[in-house]
T-cell receptor
Framework: KAGVTQTPRYLIKTRGQQVTLSCSPI?????VSWYQQTPGQGLQFLFE???????NKGNFPGRFSGRQFSNSRSEMNVSTLELGDSALYLC???????????????FGSGTRLTVV | AQKVTQAQTEISVVEKEDVTLDCVYE???????LFWYKQPPSGELVFLIR??????QNEISGRYSWNFQKSTSSFNFTITASQVVDSAVYFC?????????????FGKGTHLIIQP
């Protein structure tokens, strides 16, 4: 059974540009959540999608957005990139709706974004 | 608000020693899940264990064991007879199991170094 797939693995962008990251969950998983990992702030929750609807969002500016498609694949977009957006972005999939925790969370390998 | 504290930033031990990673959490919720994840240098978060707040049974899986105590809000992780391959960053995390939860709340992580 394939795991959670995130593309691309590495990305280098310039300040002011925008970027789109992709996450394909485990087959049958309908919940996808995104996390940002930086050395200073650690792992922080960005947002979570279930059945194509954003259910929750963390404390991030509006430059961070996302969506989920009917096949449960998800994308997140960051516009007007800042140096501080450099981070490892991790995606997790789950069988259960947000907040239940019962299905557990399986993470992908992440996308490492560097903003120069 | 939820909070997870991993007071040990870094632990270094010699191979075959036992090591315990501490995790203390704060939550007003009565129903929640606790997790431990391992993050090797490759970046992917590898799931180790999930524990329901109603299940205080300790668990042993091979060289790994977990001690969950609601009275002290702790969920500690012990590796017996450590091996070099156990070297990684370990994260403890919490999620409310009711609706509207804001994803996983992670601790800052403990960097475990197993020296040969």
């Amino acid at each position: 059974k394939a795991g959670v797939t995130q593309t691309p693995r590495y990305l280098i962008k310039t300040r002011g540009q925008q970027v789109t990251l992709s996450c394909s969950p485990i087959s049958g998983h309908r919940s996808v959540s995104w996390y940002q990992q930086t050395p200073g702030q650690g792992l922080q929750f960005l947002f979570e999608y279930f059945s194509e609807t954003q259910r929750n969002k963390g404390n991030f500016p509006g430059r961070f957005s996302g969506r989920q498609f009917s096949n449960s694949r998800s994308e997140m977009n960051v516009s007007t990139l800042e140096l501080g957006d450099s981070a490892l972005y991790l995606c997790a999939s789950s069988t259960q709706p947000p907040g239940t925790g019962g299905g557990g969370y399986t993470f992908g390998s992440g996308t490492r974004l560097t903003v120069v | 608000a939820q909070k997870v504290t991993q007071a040990q930033t870094e632990i270094s031990v010699v191979e075959k020693e036992d090591v315990t990673l501490d995790c203390v959490y704060e939550t007003r919720d009565t129903t929640y899940y606790l997790f431990w994840y391992k993050q090797p240098p490759s970046g992917e978060l590898v799931f180790l264990i999930r524990r329901n707040s109603f299940d205080e049974q300790n668990e042993i899986s091979g060289r790994y064991s977990w001690n969950f105590q609601k009275s002290t809000s702790s969920f500690n992780f012990t590796i017996t007879a450590s091996q070099v391959v156990d070297s990684a960053v370990y994260f403890c995390a919490l999620v409310y199991s009711g609706g509207g939860a804001d994803g996983l709340t992670f601790g800052k992580g403990t960097h475990l170094i197993i020296q040969p």
